[in-house]
């Protein structure tokens, strides 16, 4: 997938993959990285890719959450909350890959479910983390 125009690039580097540590360029974001137990690592202090990718998933799509909302002229609540579980494991149709899968649970107080459920589709066309990942990450959307 193409984008037109570059508004944004994020920058961050990352040394000694799931056991060393990543920085962003601008220097708002330096984190140890370490493995979990399940992976076979030694489950330390540091944070995981998934769990990087799980807070960036649920950020990024508040954004088109309010992006939409703001098209349609919805007031979209402030205590609106994504909690994402990203799971990591051996690839369903490739021998020797991994894959993820991504299960949000998405909480728009206030508004008619119908609604939600309605907003929350359009924003998963919208939101680039869902573009990007589109065929090759199984996204289970569920408003509660």
Do not use: W
């Not at 508004?7 to 330096?30: C, I, M, N, V």
């Not at 309010?66 to 909350?81: D, F, I, M, N």
């Amino acid at each position: 997938m193409a984008i037109e125009k570059a508004l944004y690039t994020a920058t961050a580097t990352a040394t000694g993959g799931r056991t060393g540590s990543a920085k962003s360029d601008d220097g708002r974001l330096t984190v140890n990285l370490s493995t979990p137990k399940e992976l076979g690592g030694d489950g330390g202090q540091g944070t995981n890719p998934e769990q990087l990718f799980a807070a960036g998933y649920s950020a990024c799509f508040i954004g088109a959450m309010k992006a939409v909302a703001g098209r349609q002229k919805l007031q979209l609540p402030a205590e609106v909350s994504i909690t994402s579980q990203v799971a990591i494991g051996p690839h369903a149709n490739k021998p020797g890959a991994f894959g993820i899968q991504v299960d949000m649970q998405i909480s728009i107080p206030g508004m008619d479910r119908a609604a939600a459920e309605k907003l929350v589709a359009e924003a998963h066309e919208v939101c680039p983390y869902s573009n990007a990942t589109r065929n090759n990450v199984d996204v289970k959307l569920t408003v509660v």
